[in-house]
């Protein structure tokens, strides 16, 4: 398994159909954006997680300077959820962020995926909010 900084057509709707069906349709959410101007800048990394030829997760890793970065929309695809394909891409992210000299990382987690969170090593920051503020110390 691999992560992969999104680039061709294909990598970019594979990286919108696994974020849109995980985050807003399983969820009953509408109004997902395939050209929200966020996932073009600079210094945000659209990426997908591939195993093989299949692309089985989706995030964006956004380099915000001082060391920072946000992790946003993490998703799964549904029917491989629970195998540990999340703690590898996270784990993946997390090296990429290193790589980019980033120190912390910070998360709004949805609420179901706080436990998730938990187990890869983030504490909660900020629980007073619907999705809590979740932070990790990158070694």
Known sequence: ??????????????YHQIRRHVLFDLRGLSGYDDHHPDDREPEHLPLIFVDGNECVGAVRL?????????????????????????????????????????????AHAAPDAVGFYYKIGWE???AHRPNPLMAKLLK
């Open 62 to 106: 956004d380099l915000t300077g001082n060391g920072n970065g946000v992790v946003r929309a993490v998703a799964i695809v549904a029917e491989r959820q629970r195998q540990g394909i999340g703690r590898a891409m996270m784990n993946g992210v997390e090296r990429l962020a290193m790589a980019h000299e980033a120190v912390r990382l910070e």
């Open 124 to 126: 909660i920051v900020d």
């Open 1 to 14: 398994m691999k992560l992969v900084r999104v680039s061709s057509q294909s990598e970019w709707e594979a």
